[in-house]
T-cell receptor, first 108, second 114 residues
Framework: RKEVEQDPGPFNVPEGATVAFNCTYS??????FFWYRQDCRKEPKLLMS???SGNEDGRFTAQLNRASQYISLLIRDSKLSDSATYLC?????????FGAGTTVTVRA | DVKVTQSSRYLVKRTGEKVFLECVQD?????MFWYRQDPGLGLRLIYF???????EKGDIPEGYSVSREKKERFSLILESASTNQTSMYLC?????????????FGEGSRLTVL
């Protein structure tokens, strides 16, 4: 079983819609959780950390469910510029493991 | 701003050739990493280094070696390239605590082995 798994998508949504997707992790002892964003042919960049109580950053909301071992990312009021691949990342023993990414395409 | 520079954006090599991928960072970060990224498999950790002359195997070290002679430079070496090493290679760096999660990536080196 992979350490970190994501639905690859793609999620095709109209502008203004809400889109949400999850990432599951296999190691219950995982310490820290993150969402990265990767644009086509570019390097990944940190989007936001995921805290136990859940957290928001503008239109983005991240949640952690330790009991079911998944994290989620919700994007409200989608913009065309939100089109990207979203990678979840999980820390185990101070190493960061990544999921394969979920592709989101926002259409006009 | 952290700058992570990878020496080559695109390389084409033949099977059996030795390949060097260089990565240089300008932020005095202790930790440096080499990942490869493949469709459907995501980013997989090859090797990492927490200090000069120090290296640790990641999840897929077979067929690779690394060198960290200076703090700012972390090199990935393919001693004898094979076609299954065709991939995008990403170097990354971060400060003292890996579990802060903010890795800074280079732009990537796309390697094709014929």
């Amino acid at each position: 079983r992979k350490e970190v798994e994501q639905d690859p998508g793609p999620f095709n949504v109209p502008e203004g819609a809400t889109v949400a997707f999850n990432c599951t992790y296999s190691n219950s002892a995982s310490q820290s959780f993150f969402w990265y964003r990767q644009d086509c042919r570019k390097e990944p960049k940190l989007l936001m950390s995921v805290y136990s109580s859940g957290n928001e950053d503008g239109r983005f909301t991240a949640q952690l469910n330790r009991a079911s071992q998944y994290i989620s990312l919700l994007i409200r009021d989608s913009k065309l510029s939100d089109s990207a691949t979203y990678l979840c990342a999980v820390t185990n023993d101070y190493k960061l493991s990544f999921g394969a990414g979920t592709t989101v395409t926002v259409r006009a | 701003d952290v700058k992570v520079t990878q020496s080559s954006r695109y390389l084409v090599k033949r099977t059996g050739e030795k390949v060097f991928l260089e990565c240089v960072q300008d932020m005095d970060h202790e930790n440096m990493f080499w990942y490869r990224q493949d469709p459907g498999l995501g980013l997989r950790l090859i090797y990492f280094s927490y200090d000069v002359k120090m290296k640790e195997k990641g999840d897929i070290p077979e067929g690779y070696s690394v060198s960290r002679e200076k703090k700012e430079r972390f090199s990935l070496i393919l001693e004898s390239a094979s076609t299954n090493q065709t991939s995008m290679y990403l170097c990354a760096t971060c400060g003292a605590e890996t579990n802060t999660g903010e890795l800074f990536f280079g732009e990537g080196s796309r390697l094709t082995v014929l």
